[in-house]
């Protein structure tokens, strides 16, 4: 190896060490600061947290250019659950009548996906109080490894708040939610709560047969929950900083396993 290639990694090798050492533990201070203000934010206490459960009540209704089917519900969020609902609604099909049906607290409707994203930001608090601030990385490929883990757990965190799950109409109308409103609803008409970025959404399908197939009709109505803008930024912020910190890392990769003494830069693939 020529003195010229020594040094090219000797630099590498001392830059990657100062990133390793410096760069890491600082953004994953930054990331921990980052998961904690989201915890507070959050509508029920996380990590241990004395964060008191958030009780607010909303009026959701649908947009305002709608004129065919209507709905109007007053709701009421307990944490991470629909504590008390008054939904009110016409389909298309009961012009002349009106449904009437609630939820009570004695049967609450859970939201799953606050369950879930709860879930998965006390996962990457823990997976980075176990592997990052405190950890003494030696190569590129062990914190690629915690990187990548971190920004799954942060991944789906931010998507369970962003993605609803898609249910069929026979998952609604069969689910325990429908079968805890009182009253009943008709057997054609089914209903859904769901969380999309910053808004709660109850969607009203109304189902019909056609020529022998079964076809449905939805109309939505919804309402902005203040914190969950905070927390989706918060997801947001975390990981752009870990992306960030996963590029540069990458850029070392490239020279996997390197050591001035034992391979040269023309033998190196990247």
Known sequence: MCDTDRGELNVLQ???????????????????????????????????????????KFIMSTAA?????????????????????????????????????????????????????????????QFLQGHGCNNTFKTSSEILNVLGQLIKLLQKGRSSLLIP?????????????????????????????????????????????VGGTMKFESVQAECSIPWLSPVLVCFTTALHLTHQLRDKISVFSQFKDFTPDSCSVSTISC
């Open 165 to 209: 799950r898609k249910k069929t109409i026979d998952e609604l109308l069969c689910s325990r939610n429908m079968k805890s409103l009182t009253p009943p609803l008709p057997g054609d008409i089914a209903v859904s709560f769901y969380l999309q970025a910053h808004k709660l959404v109850l969607a009203v399908y109304h189902l019909s047969s």
């Open 65 to 125: 250019h709608s004129t065919q089917d209507q709905v109007k519900c007053v709701v009421t969020i307990t944490g991470d659950a629909i504590t008390q609902a008054d939904i009110n609604m016409k389909a298309a099909k009961h012009q002349n009548q009106l449904h009437r049906t609630s939820v009570t607290p004695d049967s609450p409707w859970r939201i799953q996906q606050i369950q879930d994203a709860g879930n998965f930001l006390q996962l990457a608090i």
């Open 14 to 56: 001392q830059e990657l060490d100062w990133v390793l050492g410096e760069e890491v533990p600082r953004v994953f201070t930054q990331v921990m600061q980052v998961l904690k203000e989201c915890c507070v934010h959050f509508p029920v206490p996380l990590c241990g947290s004395d964060t008191p459960i958030k009780q607010e």
